[in-house]
């Protein structure tokens, strides 16, 4: 499985963007789709993770800046941030835990990183 980032760039403070992501393949449930960033000099972290029903947002603590949301069907996960600081300023990654049809090990995998600037 494969997955390819997009939606990144330069943005003002106070500004929005989002982010998409697409899983390619076949031949494989999705078990979860996540967001995490790793801005410079800083551990990658999660920002957030979207499991069947359950949603969580690890980053904006409850601000509601950030929302995820998936469309299984097309195999896709979106980040939506609105107003964007510049802590927020990192390169963003989509990762995705997947399963064969008919198999219980779960893999994983990571997209390339779309990077996010916030500045005026």
């Known amino acids: 499985v494969q997955l390819q980032a997009s939606g990144g760039g330069l943005v003002q403070p106070g500004g929005s963007l989002r982010l998409s992501c697409a899983a390619s393949g076949s031949g494989f449930i999705i078990d979860a789709m996540n967001w995490y960033r790793q801005a410079p000099g800083k551990q990658r972290e999660s920002v957030a993770r979207?499991?069947?029903?359950?949603?969580?947002n690890y980053v904006d603590y409850g601000q509601g800046r950030f929302s995820i949301s998936t469309d299984y069907a097309k195999k896709m996960v979106y980040l939506q941030m609105n107003s964007l600081k510049p802590e927020d300023t990192a390169v963003y990654y989509c990762?995705?835990?997947?399963?064969?049809?008919?198999?219980?090990?779960?893999?994983?995998?990571w997209g390339q990183g779309t990077l996010v600037t916030v500045s005026s």
């Open positions: 979207s499991s069947g029903g359950d949603i969580r």
């Open positions: 990762n995705a835990r997947w399963r064969y049809y008919g198999r219980s090990f779960e893999r994983e995998s």
